[in-house]
């Protein structure tokens, strides 16, 4: 069979891990999309799917262009794919071997577990998936510099009091990826409402940020005795901005409506007392497209679906 590559038009999406039923109802409800897709694992392929809509919030990866590459050994589809582009990332569901003897045959990619902090390069970053062991569905436009769009890091699983940790190092990561922008660092000062017990408030005390941490309940022993955490015991959706003061950044992981997190965010944004904010949108129930769209609306952010979210969106303003 001699090689040949056939453009398949339309789109594929790769779902986030376990969040394929959520990525349909994102297709249906939020953008009335109801057509019936190929299927392959967590890759859902869509031969008609229209241009223009944005990226589905729980696609980890987007193929922009799909086409189909037809190939005779494993040597012929490595080079064939380097024939495009240096960069690609598998992401299998079946024939893990070949694509395992694929992938050492493309140059080097890193598909390791990352240490924080980390910087993404902005590169172009392909995504192929054996759907036969004589066929590949690829794309060398892809929605994300990383390989399959995952973003992952290597636990502690002494320091942090909690993994909520592993949320907030990625929403930072991304930020910086989105919008070019540092870190909190040294001489910084974060606002974390609903920060017990600490998870949070530990990754930025650990990039040396000056943290006041406001809970009804205290935070782990440790970062209560931090010099660089302040805790005060409060409801913090009830305290102003003013009562706060000028923020570097503003976050919260606080389980409430989105309603009322949209509310409390837009204070904040009119006080003119924050540069940078980061909150996770937990949904009661069903996911509000709605709710959720009204905060993707906000000038200079993203609404994303982290590796790390479980039921729920995390959303990221830039406004230094």
């Known amino acids: 069979m001699p090689v ?33 897709p190929e299927r392959y694992g967590r890759l859902f392929y869509f031969k008609d799917y229209p241009q223009g809509l944005p990226e589905p919030w729980f696609a980890q990866c987007v193929m922009q262009k799909p086409f189909f590459l037809n190939f005779e050994s494993i040597g012929q589809a490595a080079a064939e794919l380097k024939k495009i582009q240096r960069n690609w990332a598998p992401c299998s569901y079946q024939f893990f071997r070949r694509a395992e003897l694929i992938q050492q045959k493309l140059p080097y990619i890193n598909l390791k577990d990352r240490t924080f902090p980390v910087q993404i390069p902005q590169s172009l970053m392909g995504l192929y998936c054996l759907t036969g062991q004589n066929q590949i569905l690829a794309s060398a436009q892809t929605s994300s510099p990383l390989p399959a769009g995952k973003l992952s890091f290597v636990e502690d699983h002494v320091n942090p009091p909690s993994r909520a940790y592993l949320k907030i190092q990625e929403s930072l990561t991304l930020f910086n990826l989105f ?34 941490a406001v809970d009804r309940s205290p935070l782990d022993d440790r970062l209560m005795n931090n010099p660089l955490v302040t805790f005060q015991a409060h409801d913090a959706f009830t305290l102003a901005p003013e009562d706060i003061g000028a923020c570097d950044w503003v976050f919260s992981d606080v389980i409430c409506y989105p309603d009322r997190l949209y509310e409390w965010v837009q204070k904040w944004l009119k006080s003119g007392l924050c540069k940078n904010m980061i909150c996770t949108i937990k949904m009661q129930g069903g996911i509000d497209w709605a ?23 995390t959303w990221i303003h830039c406004g230094a």
């Open 4 to 36: 040949y590559i056939e453009q398949a038009g339309g789109t594929a999406f790769l779902a986030f891990e376990g969040m394929e039923d959520f990525l349909l109802s994102e297709l249906s409800e939020r953008f009335n999309y109801n057509s019936s």
């Open 179 to 212: 919008f070019g922008a540092e870190l909190p660092k040294a001489g910084q000062k974060c606002f974390e409402a609903g920060a017990c017990p600490g998870g949070w408030t530990w990754v930025f005390a650990g990039l040396g940020a000056n943290v006041l």
């Open 291 to 313: 709710a959720a769209q009204k905060f993707a609306d906000i000038p200079n952010s993203r609404v994303v679906h982290l590796n790390y979210n479980k039921h729920e969106l």
